[in-house]
């Protein structure tokens, strides 16, 4: 199946920085993302579309100033969390789906990111 | 707003006993997928139904499309060990390329 990389797994900062987490499809191109947070022991809240070459989609009550999302190019998208603060540390989680090889819609989960802001 | 509800939260079951999760949708899906995620990992990709009344076997795992399209259950027998892990059904209204709204998820541990 389709591979998607996720970078950094884990990752402590200061409150107040902004930390960049990357999503990468390794063996297709992907014109969507989208990015998930998940808090423990609850499902995963898809928080944004990331479209390529154009402005990801947010889902209602997510600050897109606070969460920035830049998908460059058909293999990349990142999420940046600027200013972050202790009630922002989740796991963040990206996915592609592989269109059109992967003719079910399929999502295609990467490893996840977990942010702890001190 | 279109929600999925799944339930239970949190099912402990006892080695080789069944296991089965319930997903319903208020409003008619386009299909339906479901993932598992194990402890500390990602979720993966099970399996998608499409078609009203659907039944999909894989192994010790089947899974059923309600004939109205709008519940849809997993049901895995005789749990094994390896099969620990979150289970989430996954929603979509807008056919194959629909964004997917996920249920909460059921927990399951397996006692050996």
């Known amino acids: 199946g389709a591979v998607v990389s996720q970078h950094p797994s884990r990752v402590i900062c200061k409150s107040g920085t902004s930390v960049k987490i990357e999503c990468r499809s390794l063996?297709?191109?992907?014109?969507?993302m989208f990015w998930y947070r998940q808090f423990p022991k609850q499902s995963l809240m898809l928080m944004a579309t990331?479209?390529?070459?154009?402005?990801?989609?947010?889902e209602q009550g997510v600050e897109k100033d606070k969460f920035l999302i830049n998908h460059a190019s058909l293999t990349l998208s990142t999420l940046t969390v600027t200013s972050a603060h202790p009630e922002d540390s989740s796991f963040y989680i990206c996915?592609?789906?592989?269109?059109?090889?992967?003719?079910?819609?399929?999502?295609?989960f990467g490893e996840g990111s977990r942010l702890t802001v001190l | 707003g279109q929600q999925v509800m799944q339930i239970p939260q949190y099912q402990h079951v006892q080695e080789g006993e069944d296991f089965t999760t319930y997903c319903n949708s208020s409003?008619?899906?386009?299909?339906i997928q479901w993932y598992k995620q194990r402890p500390g990992g990602h979720p993966v990709f099970l399996i998608q139904?499409?078609?009203?009344?659907e039944v999909k076997k894989q192994k010790r795992l089947t899974f059923q499309f309600g004939e109205a399209k709008k519940n849809s259950s997993l049901h895995i027998t005789a749990t094994q060990t390896t099969d620990v892990g979150t289970y989430f059904c996954?929603?979509?209204?807008?056919?194959?390329?629909?964004?997917?709204?996920f249920g909460k998820g059921t927990k399951l541990s397996v006692k050996p």
């Open positions: 996954a929603g979509s209204y807008g056919g194959s390329q629909g964004n997917l709204i």
């Open positions: 409003t008619t899906l386009s299909n």
């Open positions: 990331s479209n390529e070459g154009s402005k990801a989609t947010y």
């Open positions: 996915s592609a789906r592989d269109f059109p090889r992967g003719a079910t819609g399929e999502l295609f």
């Open positions: 063996d297709f191109q992907a014109t969507t």
């Open positions: 139904l499409v078609k009203s009344g």
